[in-house]
């Protein structure tokens, strides 16, 4: 159909063009290869458009749309000159896709890698997994609570299935049991490491004083901080937890897939923890 599009047939060239595919599309159904075909392709798009809907690639998808229903209509309506400089535009479309899309393309393969790589290696050890997930949690939310009652500000990521070693590298590594006491000691406003994120990994406390990479969104709300965009930043690349303590209110916010909720308590901290965390809680 785009190949009509180009060659400027006519709008009944176009509607029987359509129906010729449906019906050829149709006539060669398989029930089972073809659904399977269909369920991994429908996972795949959906999986490709809760990524790039909070990247800036998001707006330049939604101009590429608009451009391709402008070139549309511009063949309807015979418009020489917009159906021309719209055709060559899309003839070297891939190319700039991947030009212009290259850091989203290059996290968008780093989070897939990632993602299955230590869904792999952690396979079959759900319950000891769990046990130290329970720990983490009840030290996190105490400390989280303490420290928002005190309006203590604090920046905490958790990791989940990807790897955060880049930010570990960027802070102080300690590679410490859990504990609330410690982590509030680590943003003790007198400590050394208090200025930067703690990183919690595997249900340990893998580094403090780390730097996170600052969200690059235009939309968020000019009232929140560096630590708020922070938070917002990591998980723009990366599917770790972060937990935001505001330190001049005191407000616990969690920022988890580029999206920040705000006003937690200890109770819904607890909740939102246990069901991202632990094994078996989403089903």
Same mark, same amino acid.
């Given at each position: 159909?785009?190949?009509?599009?180009?060659? =400027?047939? &006519?709008?009944?060239?176009?509607?029987?063009?359509?129906?010729?595919?449906?019906?050829?599309?149709?006539?060669?159904?398989?029930?089972?290869?073809?659904?399977?075909?269909?369920?991994?392709?429908?996972?795949?798009?959906?999986?490709?458009?809760?990524?790039?809907?909070? %990247?800036?690639?998001?707006?330049?998808?939604? =101009?590429?749309?608009?451009?391709?229903?402008?070139?549309?209509?511009?063949?309807?309506? +015979?418009?020489?000159?917009?159906?021309?400089?719209? &055709?060559?535009?899309?003839?070297?479309?891939?190319?700039?896709?991947?030009?212009?899309?290259?850091?989203?393309?290059?996290?968008?393969?780093?989070?897939?890698?990632?993602?299955?790589?230590?869904?792999?290696?952690?396979?079959?050890?759900?319950?000891?997994?769990?046990?130290?997930?329970?720990? $983490?949690?009840?030290?996190?939310? %105490?400390?989280?609570?303490?420290?928002?009652?005190?309006? @203590?500000?604090?920046?905490?990521?958790?990791?989940?299935?990807?790897?955060?070693?880049?930010?570990?590298?960027? =802070?102080?590594?300690?590679? $410490?049991?859990?504990? !609330?006491?410690?982590?509030?000691?680590?943003?003790?406003?007198?400590?050394?490491?208090?200025?930067?994120?703690?990183?919690?990994?595997?249900?340990?406390? $893998?580094?403090?004083?780390?730097?996170?990479?600052?969200?690059?969104?235009?939309?968020?709300?000019?009232?929140? =901080?560096?630590?708020?965009?922070?938070?917002?930043?990591?998980?723009?690349?990366? !599917?770790?937890?972060?937990?935001?303590?505001?330190?001049?209110?005191?407000?616990?916010?969690?920022?988890?897939?580029?999206?920040?909720?705000?006003?937690?308590?200890?109770? @819904? /901290?607890?909740? /939102?923890?246990?069901?991202?965390?632990?094994?078996?809680?989403? +089903?």
């Amino acid at each position: 159909m785009f190949g009509l599009l180009q060659a =400027g047939g &006519s709008f009944a060239d176009y509607i029987k063009s359509f129906f010729e595919f449906a019906k050829n599309a149709f006539s060669d159904f398989n029930p089972i290869v073809d659904t399977i075909d269909i369920l991994l392709l429908t996972i795949f798009f959906a999986f490709i458009f809760k990524y790039i809907i909070h %990247k800036r690639a998001g707006a330049l998808i939604f =101009g590429i749309v608009i451009c391709f229903i402008i070139l549309v209509l511009a063949s309807l309506f +015979d418009l020489t000159g917009t159906k021309y400089i719209l &055709s060559g535009v899309f003839q070297i479309g891939a190319i700039a896709i991947v030009i212009i899309f290259q850091p989203e393309i290059r996290e968008l393969l780093e989070k897939v890698g990632s993602g299955s790589i230590n869904s792999i290696r952690g396979f079959g050890d759900g319950g000891e997994s769990n046990r130290i997930q329970y720990k $983490a949690i009840d030290a996190i939310c %105490k400390a989280v609570h303490i420290l928002s009652m005190q309006k @203590t500000g604090a920046l905490i990521v958790i990791s989940r299935n990807m790897s955060l070693d880049e930010i570990i590298h960027t =802070g102080t590594e300690i590679n $410490a049991d859990i504990s !609330d006491t410690l982590i509030r000691n680590l943003f003790y406003d007198k400590s050394p490491l208090h200025d930067g994120a703690v990183v919690i990994d595997n249900g340990r406390i $893998a580094a403090a004083a780390c730097i996170l990479p600052l969200t690059r969104r235009a939309s968020v709300e000019q009232e929140l =901080g560096t630590r708020h965009r922070a938070a917002i930043g990591l998980t723009e690349a990366n !599917d770790a937890i972060v937990v935001v303590v505001s330190e001049e209110t005191g407000i616990v916010s969690v920022a988890m897939d580029a999206e920040l909720t705000r006003n937690f308590t200890n109770d @819904t /901290l607890r909740k /939102l923890l246990i069901k991202e965390l632990i094994r078996g809680e989403n +089903d």
